[in-house]
């Protein structure tokens, strides 16, 4: 680091500040008094505009605050050692005692605080780095560490890996099921966490849009880390010899930096065959080697069928819904309406848009199924299984082609739909994955996968479809929709709807694109074939809730979100408008417990309504998108739809901004500090079970390694055994201790809060009048402040020099800003001035 932006007079130690405020305060003092700003304000409100974006709070009791704006005349680092812990609302919750500030002026030499960023981020992996700025009292020694400019390594890396942290390369492939958000999602978290880490960084992303970026060989050859965040089966041949990790898109959403850092230590090198077979197809294990389950396999079959959905579900329901709304009730897309006397009217347009959109709705609907069977075969056994599980699909599809052969069964109208797709898909892929293990002569292996393969899966599939399965699957699903059908129809058509709907709406909103939201999709999807739209209609209501919701809240309760989380709320609202519920995934990933509640409830509502007014959507898509697209038929049933999804976002936003305002409590109050203490001591809980059920893994493959060694040298076996259970007993122990300790924590801390939040509302209450004064004060003092901004805002409107009035505005406009934040700072300040001994004496009880 340069000696120039770290000095011996830029470290402070046993520094006396009570706040993350203060703090700050203390900084700009020093900085000033040195020259190296020009303004203190300035200064504090940089280092909070930073805050705002995502907390500088780190791990471990750090945290990297940092400024870069014009009035930093130089680059300065400064270290501060904290007399008593400050709250930084760090990442894992802990308070913090060291805090590496950055002074950055704006311009081209600012760029450096990247680099010192970066820096700084990688000597805090190093635990003697951390010591030293924790304990040691030698401020020598303290710049001597941080000046250090020697090659970091990853602690228990692997051999491979001992080179100069920042010019690692890491090289990785996005893959979700769906291939529309999480794949991008995931690609965005890994990139940004590669880089704060140092790591140069490449991402390939598998979507529904295709290969986006895709990696060339050059660097593939150059990296020494794969990995692969795929919630489906991909090709993973080129990575052979390269050391792969693999993980499941959510995990790299959540917590990228920990994918990253056990990707270091625990990647694997694969093999060429890996997931290659004999015959060049993929097999069903993931690249990490860990084996897919039947719902992994038909959610991958789900990804590709859904954009043919969506096509085909759009198509039909918007040239039906508009030939409808222009011809009449009766009119199909023709112009063609019923006469009275039950004939049709001469067609108005054979060959016009509305016709053709029709056609292309049926063909898309035709393919859906064959592409499901198809890509779930796929996802199992590769390319191989492809063609002979839709052949076997579509016979599967065609009524007429399934031998009636039980006597009463009467004439088969009903295909074997969803269900055939995935029992062919299913059967012909396990099929193909038995075939290539097979040992053939060389000279056959190429004939296998295009001559062997589909003739004997494809025939023997649609053989038994045809002879056996076909009937009586179809059969079963003709009377499933005939008794939908009636109930629907019946008296209890409402009741029916309403229960369908709330079911529905709240699996829609559970997991937001996830396992649960698409078996209700397809569910509902596959009885829109049978002629069955209400349960689609209540889905498409609930599906846009979460998503919606969490956007709306960021901007009516936009306290409790950064400028980062407000930006994602938009995003949110335009993905939910376009019915994409994982617009609200990173909410659900910030705060599970309350933003999944809150989604499941405002879904609930939605579904329930539209289920209840029996509202249906021809296109098995959600969002406000397909009513403007006639897909919920227009008139009333778009109002009553409009008024299912308007009662869910209500329900979603209000319970979510409620609830997150009734657990912050008042700046400074006891709520405000239990509320931390609990959120501490359930991470702490988590972090100590996570630590033992790694403890428990270990011993379990020692216990591994040593039978079968014991096994090698012909040795009994019994005595490791018995050691192997004796150790995972106590670590059974252990964790029932951890959890005991975390209830018994969590009774105290409740028992203290209530007897002192009632002393402190009591206090509270008697200085009424006195808060009511200050804070009429600050805000006449605030309004007064504001009127002088407005009064030199009005004298610019004849300002003739635009680049003089730009500039003049954004003065203005930050100078408000920064007067509104410091007007809310003296509140936030005094009410933390008044609850200070409660807040001690709750501390001090915890203890």
């Known amino acids: 680091m340069n000696n120039k932006i770290l000095k011996k007079d830029y470290i402070f130690l046993d520094v006396d500040v009570k706040s993350q405020d203060d703090a700050f305060a203390f900084i700009a003092d020093q900085a000033l008094n040195m020259k ?87 000597k805090m992996m190093d635990e003697n780095f951390k010591k030293v700025l924790k304990t040691s009292k030698d401020v020598n020694k303290i710049l001597q560490v941080l000046n250090q400019n020697k090659k970091q390594t990853k602690e228990n890396n692997t051999k491979s890996l001992n080179k100069n942290l920042k010019q690692l390369n890491i090289v990785g492939v996005t893959a979700c099921v769906v291939g529309i958000a999480h794949t991008y999602m995931a690609e965005d978290r890994l990139i940004s966490a590669a880089k704060e880490l140092g790591y140069n960084v490449r991402i390939e992303t598998q979507g529904s849009k295709g290969i986006g970026t895709p990696l060339k060989a050059i660097e593939i050859e150059n990296a020494d880390i794969v990995i692969l965040a795929t919630d489906t089966a991909i090709d993973t041949s080129r990575f052979a010899g390269k050391r792969v990790y693999s993980c499941k898109v959510g995990e790299a959403i959540k917590a990228p930096q920990k994918i990253i850092e056990t990707a270091l230590k625990d990647a694997a090198v694969i093999n060429s065959d890996s997931k290659i077979t004999s015959f060049d197809n993929k097999k069903s294990v993931s690249s990490a080697g860990k084996k897919e389950g039947v719902l992994q396999h038909i959610l991958a079959g789900i990804g590709y069928m859904i954009p043919v959905i969506v096509l085909g579900g759009i198509c039909l329901a918007f040239s039906l819904g508009l030939a409808k709304a222009i011809w009449g009730p009766t009119a199909n897309t023709m112009g063609q309406t019923v006469l009275p006397n039950g004939d049709l009217s001469p067609i108005v347009s054979q060959w016009g848009p509305l016709h053709v959109l029709e056609l292309i709705g049926g063909g898309a609907f035709a393919l859906m199924i064959p592409i499901l069977a198809g890509f779930i075969g796929n996802s199992i056994a590769g390319r191989a299984a492809i063609a002979p599980a839709m052949v076997g699909a579509f016979i599967g599809n065609t009524p007429s082609s399934l031998s ?28 193909v994955r038995w075939v290539n293990t097979w040992r053939v002569p060389k000279s056959l ?32 699903m003709q009377q499933i929709s005939t008794g939908i059908k009636t109930a629907y129809q019946g008296n209890i058509g409402i009741g029916v709807g309403l229960g369908l709907g709330l079911v529905l709406g709240a699996m829609a ?12 999709f397809i569910t509902s999807s596959a009885l829109i074939t049978q002629g069955i739209e209400q349960p689609m209609g209540a889905m498409a209501a609930g599906i846009p809730v979460a998503p919606l919701g969490m956007g709306l809240t960021t901007v009516l309760f936009k306290k409790f979100f950064s400028d980062a989380e407000r930006g994602m709320g938009i995003s949110a609202m335009i993905m939910g408008t376009i019915g994409i519920s994982e617009g609200a995934i990173p909410f659900a990933i910030r705060d599970p417990k309350r933003a999944v509640i809150c989604n499941v409830a405002g879904s609930a509502v939605a579904g329930g309504i539209a289920g209840a007014f029996l509202i249906t959507d021809a296109a098995a898509h959600g969002g406000p998108i397909v009513a403007i697209l006639g897909a919920v038929p227009y008139g009333l049933s778009t109002f009553y739809y409009f008024i299912a999804v308007a009662a869910g976002v209500a329900v979603t936003t209000l319970s979510y901004g409620l609830w997150l305002t009734y657990d912050a409590g008042k700046y400074g109050s006891v709520k405000k500090a239990h509320v931390l203490h609990l959120n501490i001591l359930s991470e702490n809980k988590k972090e100590d079970i996570r630590t033992l059920n790694e403890k428990a893994l270990k011993i379990k493959q020692d216990g591994k390694e040593k039978i079968k060694a014991a096994k090698l040298e012909g040795l009994e076996t019994n005595n490791v055994n018995e050691q192997t259970l004796r150790e995972l007993a106590v670590i059974k122990t252990d964790k029932e201790n951890v959890i005991n300790k975390y209830k018994n924590d969590v009774l105290k801390s409740k028992e203290s809060y209530k007897n002192i939040s009632i002393l402190e509302k009591e206090f509270i209450k008697s200085k009424k009048s006195e808060i009511d004064d200050f804070e009429k004060n600050v805000n006449n003092k605030l309004k007064s402040e504001i009127a002088k901004i407005n009064e030199q805002h009005q004298l610019l409107k004849n300002e003739q020099n635009k680049a003089k009035k730009t500039k003049a505005l954004v003065e203005l406009r930050d100078k408000k800003s920064l007067i509104k934040q410091d007007a809310l700072n003296l509140k936030n300040n005094n009410s933390e001035k008044l609850r200070k001994d409660f807040v001690v004496r709750y501390n001090q009880e915890l203890i």
């Open 445 to 476: 292996a190429p004939a296998m996968p295009i001559f062997f393969i589909p003739l004997i899966a494809g025939i023997g599939i649609s053989i038994i479809f045809i002879y056996v399965l076909g009937a009586p699957i179809g059969w079963l």
């Open 509 to 520: 909103g559970f997991d937001m694109g996830g396992p649960i939201n698409k078996i209700a």
């Open 404 to 431: 009636n052969w039980i006597p009463g069964m009467g004439i088969i109208e009903t295909p074997m739909g969803f269900i055939g797709a995935i029992i062919a898909g299913l059967a012909v892929g396990y099929f």
């Open 36 to 122: 190296l700003i020009t303004s203190k304000k300035a200064l504090i409100s940089g280092f909070k505009n930073r805050e705002l974006e995502g907390t500088t709070g780190f791990e471990d009791g750090f945290s990297i605050p940092h400024a870069r704006i014009k009035e930093v005349q130089e680059a300065a680092v400064f270290v501060l050692r904290f007399k008593n812990d400050v709250d930084w609302k760090s990442m894992d919750n802990k308070f913090t005692k060291v805090a590496i500030a950055l002074l950055i002026p704006e311009g081209p030499n600012g760029d450096q605080h990247l680099e010192i960023l970066s820096s700084i981020a990688i």
